[in-house]
C-alpha cells in the first residue's frame, strides 16, 4: 500500500507502508478527497460521473469550522 506524491519541484515521490495509508487533507477538503475517490452518497456520485466505491450518506454533511477567538 503506498501513496504517489508531487514534491515542490514536480517530482513525484512514492511513501509506502506495511498495513494502512491514511490520507487526510483538512476539514474542508477531506469531503472532496473521499468524493473524489468514490466515497459519498450514492446521488452525488452518480450527479458528477464518479464511480461509487463506498455508500456513506453523511459525509460531508453538517461541516463546520470552530475558529479560535
Known amino acids: 500500500v503506498g501513496v504517489v506524491g508531487i514534491r515542490e519541484d514536480g517530482t513525484a515521490e512514492t511513501y509506502k507502508a506495511k498495513h494502512?495509508?491514511?490520507v487526510s487533507s483538512?476539514?474542508?477538503?477531506?469531503?472532496?478527497?473521499?468524493m473524489l475517490s468514490?466515497?459519498?452518497p450514492?446521488?452525488?456520485l452518480k450527479s458528477f460521473k464518479?464511480?461509487?466505491h463506498v455508500d456513506s450518506p453523511r459525509l460531508g454533511?453538517?461541516?463546520?469550522d470552530h475558529p479560535i477567538l
Do not use: D, H
Open 50 to 52: 464518479i464511480t461509487q
Open 20 to 22: 494502512e495509508v491514511i
Open 38 to 40: 468514490g466515497i459519498r
Open 26 to 34: 483538512g476539514v474542508f477538503e477531506s469531503p472532496k478527497l473521499l
Open 61 to 64: 454533511q453538517n461541516l463546520l
Open 42 to 44: 450514492a446521488e452525488t
